[in-house]
């Protein structure tokens, strides 16, 4: 490095020019979040931070060791995670009441028990003070200290958490049916993206990007047609059970098919007059179309992916979950920060034999997951990133 800075100061910021700063100092990064202030904009209603009262996707039970607590920022709050006595994950505020450091930067010198690094504060799964390494065993603190706690469940090998203040609702109220199903494989990705959780929800809901935005992803290379529809409106909604908002699928009296031909068949490319142009320009991308759709149409013959009605679609605290037939996907976007999302993905399936259970394991691993998670996904991050109120 230090030869680096020499170099640096000997080129004196050569060439210049005027690239560097066109954006100024915060270059392409996402900008701040700034939140309507209007109070007739219902989004000046919403939490910058999250709805609370909700059980939150925490980490994957084996990442949390026996021995060194695991540090995790949610809904801006700080909690850590360790092992009790009873080997369950539990979750307290990452704030030792001593003295409000960070209990995360702790050890589990003892089987089940939690310990702060400043003067060993020691706490087992229900943030009671049982030790205090530093005054010795008759000191005064034990009994006397109690770190705040978080309750948590431990479903399908991942940890969810209850962020709010008051006693916890039922699990199976915030928490995807198949976490309750052992048949169910339902594997899981996590990634962080620079905005606003609330930007991430509207991203989910937008009926037109389909074949702009994903228009290179693998997912769109494969199809001929755009995957949503292409109209002036988009998606009609409805909602169900008070719990979530369905988008109502192209059809009559639904507004969805306005652009189709006589024949109820979905036109490739918009003829765009003010531009003389088509969209999409070229159709050589139907070259090989044929193949994917007709195992599309394949894939279509298996048993179809069943939920409760009131479990797909938008659904709070910032879930979407979209039914592809024979597997249910799910994005969460979780605030960490009011400009730092983490997106949380399910994938969930129902295999009706221990080979299909493999087949379906090792195609997310391998495939699946990058497919959906990083290059469909992260084309949304690029587009919807900088958007703002």
Same mark, same amino acid.
């Given at each position: ?107 589990? &010198? ?39 706690? &978080? ?28 976490? &309750? ?29 389909? &074949? ?178």
């Amino acid at each position: 490095m230090g030869l680096l800075n020499t170099l640096s100061k000997i080129r004196g910021g050569y060439p210049g020019g005027w690239r560097q700063y066109a954006r100024g100092y915060n270059g392409g990064r996402t900008p701040s979040f700034e939140q309507p202030t209007n109070p007739d904009d219902r989004r000046s209603r919403i939490p910058a931070l999250g709805y609370r009262e909700y059980w939150y996707p925490a980490v994957p039970d084996k990442d949390v060791s026996s021995k060194k607590p695991v540090g995790l920022r949610l809904l801006g709050e700080d909690i850590t995670l360790f092992r009790d006595k009873n080997n369950e994950v539990q979750a307290l505020w990452d704030y030792c009441p001593h003295r409000g450091v960070y209990l995360s930067w702790g050890d589990c &010198f003892w089987n089940g028990y939690l310990s702060c690094p400043y003067h060993g504060a020691t706490f087992n799964g229900d943030g009671e003070c049982v030790e205090f390494i530093t005054e010795g065993p008759d000191s005064k603190m034990v009994g006397q200290l109690k770190a705040r706690k &978080f309750p948590t469940v431990t479903l399908q090998g991942l940890v969810f958490v209850w962020m709010g203040e008051g006693e916890p609702v039922p699990p199976e109220e915030d928490i995807p049916p198949e976490f &309750f199903e052992p048949e169910t494989v339902v594997q899981w990705g996590f990634r962080y993206w620079a905005c606003n959780w609330m930007i991430a929800l509207e991203n989910t809901g937008d009926a037109h990007n389909m &074949f702009y935005v994903h228009r290179d992803s693998i997912r769109m290379l494969r199809f001929s047609h755009g995957g949503r529809p292409r109209t002036p409106i988009g998606y009609r909604v409805q909602i169900a059970n008070d719990k979530s908002v369905k988008r109502l699928r192209e059809g009559a009296n639904t507004g969805n098919e306005a652009y189709y031909d006589k024949d109820g068949k979905r036109p490739y490319q918009l003829y765009h007059p003010r531009v003389n142009g088509y969209w999409p320009r070229y159709r050589w991308r139907r070259i090989w179309a044929w193949l994917f759709e007709y195992v599309e149409r394949k894939r279509y013959r298996r048993a179809k992916y069943t939920n409760p009605d009131d479990w797909e679609g938008q659904r709070l605290p910032g879930m979407v979950r979209n039914n592809h037939w024979n597997h249910m996907y799910t994005r969460w976007g979780i605030p960490v920060e009011r400009e730092l999302t983490r997106a949380t993905y399910f994938f969930s399936s129902r295999p009706t034999s221990w080979l299909g259970r493999l087949y379906d394991k090792l195609t997310f691993k391998l495939f699946l997951e990058w497919m959906i998670h990083f290059n469909f996904s992260d084309q949304d991050y690029d587009a919807m990133r900088s958007a703002r109120y």
